[in-house]
């Protein structure tokens, strides 16, 4: 009797015909709504921290070295790849990529680190998007950079007093 029923199954096996994919001789196409791992956009990211407080995993870290600089890191550890980042996202600065093969040996591969500059409203002291470039271009001061912990801080003034550039405003440092 046992020798009948393992007969039977293993006839039904073998109509089945084969049920897997050869995966690695030939990769499929990911379908379209697939969610591969979040990709940052640094020129779109205006760090206002909501893929931060939505992260289920706990991924994105953010760090503000001071008023005007926020660092926003992405791990990539745990991450499960729920795209609510890329949802919450208002301006569409992170996408959900089509990539699955993620393994690797250094943790680094996968990380990101987006190092954004805050500006920030003289009367409310409350940060806005980031100037284009070319205005970022007549920013003059100094630059402080931590260099033994391979980070920069900004401490900077928006105008020198022996050279007013146009467009500039005066800002008062502590």
Known sequence: MSFLSKFRETVLCLKAG????????????????????????????????????????????????????????????????????ADVCPEKAIVMSHEFENAT????????????????????????KETSPLETLKLKGYRFDDLQNERWIFRSRACLESEPAADDLKIDLD
């Open 18 to 85: 084969r049920v897997t994919l050869p995966y690695p001789a030939q990769p499929q196409p990911v379908p379209d709504k697939f969610r591969g791992r979040p990709i940052f956009d640094a020129v779109k990211c205006i760090g206002c921290a909501g893929c931060a407080n939505n992260c289920p995993a706990r991924e994105i870290l953010v760090f503000d070295v001071c008023q005007e600089v926020r660092i926003l890191k992405y791990l990539g550890r745990r991450c499960t790849y729920c795209g609510r980042c």
């Open 105 to 128: 040996d250094a943790i680094g591969d996968i990380q990101q680190k987006l190092d954004l500059f805050m500006s920030t409203c003289q009367r409310c002291g409350r940060c806005f």
